[in-house]
């Protein structure tokens, strides 16, 4: 599990810590809550937790294991907060990812005729015109609420931190957690790689770049 808001008040933590007891984020703490079952443990591995922030020696040792910590993780949990205003984007961003992605792995999956004496291509092998159509499918899928959700999605500071790609790519499993709402990396990741080559997308440069 990864733990990816700001580290808590250090003295404050290392006073705590003097008593048994562990100062965690808000963040961390809304995660437990929604991961925790009634009928059965889990067993987690937090960062913030695990390691001891303020021993940089553990720190710089723990950074070399990572590897190691992720390709052996059942699961990754990527924890990406939620919205502070109560606009609700955290679930509809959740929602409209999904539903999104189901979408695409639809349409590559059909196969297309061009006539009745043409042979049936997959989208792989159609062409570019037939790519148009489907462009504009799922550009016609996005709507204004749509955006702004996945404009919320995409502002979380867990984007900018380079050392996410590892998590991303040793992981057997990754799920994104969005306030009180889950989904499969898969479902972001093929909803992303779509709209970043959607020519009639409504993204800028720079959108598709954080993409």
Not at 36 to 63: F, T
Not at 164 to 188: F, M, T, Y
């Amino acid at each position: 599990m990864h733990e990816v808001v700001e580290r808590s008040d250090q003295d404050g933590q290392a006073l705590l810590d003097r008593v048994g007891i562990k100062y965690i984020t808000e963040n961390l703490h809304l995660a437990l809550q929604n991961l925790r079952r009634p009928d059965k443990e889990l067993v987690l591995w937090v960062d913030a937790v695990c390691i001891n922030q303020l021993d940089i020696a553990e720190r710089n040792s723990q950074v070399n294991n990572m590897p190691k910590t992720y390709s052996h993780a059942l699961s990754v949990i990527v924890l990406l907060g939620q919205d502070s205003d109560g606009s609700g984007y955290d679930a509809q961003a959740v929602a409209f990812l999904g539903d999104l992605a189901t979408l695409i792995t639809h349409l590559k999956s059909q196969t297309y005729s061009y006539g009745p004496w043409a042979p049936e291509v997959s989208y792989q092998g159609m062409s570019w015109r037939r790519r148009l159509d489907v462009n504009k499918m799922v550009t016609g899928f996005l709507n204004d609420t749509g955006l702004t959700c996945l404009q919320w999605f995409l502002d979380r500071p867990w984007f900018r931190r380079r050392w996410i790609i590892q998590e991303v790519v040793l992981a057997k499993n990754v799920i994104v957690h969005c306030g009180p709402r889950s989904i499969s990396w898969d479902a972001p990741e093929i909803a992303m790689k779509e709209l970043s080559g959607n020519i009639l997308g409504p993204f800028t440069e720079s959108n598709r770049t954080n993409m």
